[in-house]
């Protein structure tokens, strides 16, 4: 009988297995080095089929939702705030990560080689009832803490994360400056499809890593750079006259401001590169 028991809940988590999947995600995070007190949490969605995975900002997909159903009706709407712009996209057949992102008011489509080396440690503990195993890695510039669970032999997890024998429950860098913890998980019956907005006239731009790097940087270096020329002349609503050119400068300082308060980015290293090139000017 007990035989019997343990075949059946094989089985029938197999089959729970081939349905696609749905983890909902805590991503708490830590964007100013200098003051580690204001954490930051979105809630974020990974969504897993037989070939791909998807993760990104439940409040941007519901954001995107809803442009894309009003726009329908020919309303037009405002976005609902967000923190996340990026969204990873896993190739589980192939282990091919790409990413689509915002820089300044250009989107871009990146593909990034991402190789983990992942030492398995003899720690365990338990997640959502499920027992998990810890392991470590570098990326990006950081040592990685992660748990594990083999009972869900799905090998993804949160962001850019994937590889080990089992779905990752939990994830933290080495400072506690970046955290994801697994909230929920629920079957879903289809493939997952990111709702594309039509309203979208720019595109995307498919670039390779290094090259969206480099725009990266330029934009910590002068945000407001995609702004001249598009700004014109115009008095405010007390009737005081400005140009173009001053309200730019204007923008570029409170950007700039807002960018040095974002120096602990998950993938720190990209920083690192952006200290190297201003050291040799």
Known sequence: MKLYLNFLFIFCFGLSLAQNKEFTCEYQFISDSTNRKDVSTEIMILNIDKEKSHYYSFDKYISDSTIIAETKKNVMVMPLPYKIVEMDIKDLKNKKISFETKVGDAKYTVDQDVKLKWNLLNEFDE????????????????????????????????????????????????????????KG?????????????????????????????????????????????????????????????????????????????????????????????????
């Open 127 to 182: 997640i959502l009832n499920y027992k998990v195993q810890k392991a470590t890695t570098e990326f990006g510039g950081r040592t990685w803490f992660a748990w594990f669970a083999k009972d869900i032999p799905i090998q993804d997890g949160p962001y850019k994360f994937y590889g080990l024998p089992g779905l990752i429950l939990k994830i933290e860098d080495k400072t506690s400056s970046h955290k994801f913890v697994l």
């Open 185 to 281: 998980i629920k079957n879903t019956k289809e493939p997952f499809e990111y709702p594309e907005r039509k309203d979208d006239y720019f595109g995307k731009a498919k670039v390779d890593y290094s090259a969206y790097v480099k725009v990266y940087l330029q934009h910590r270096i002068d945000p407001a750079a995609h702004l001249t020329g598009r700004i014109p002349d115009q008095r405010d609503s007390e009737g005081n006259f400005r140009t173009g050119d001053q309200i730019i400068r204007e923008q570029r300082k409170m950007m700039l401001e807002k960018i040095s308060k974002d120096n602990n980015i998950i993938e720190i290293d990209i920083l690192k590169r952006e200290s190297e090139s201003k050291s040799k000017k």
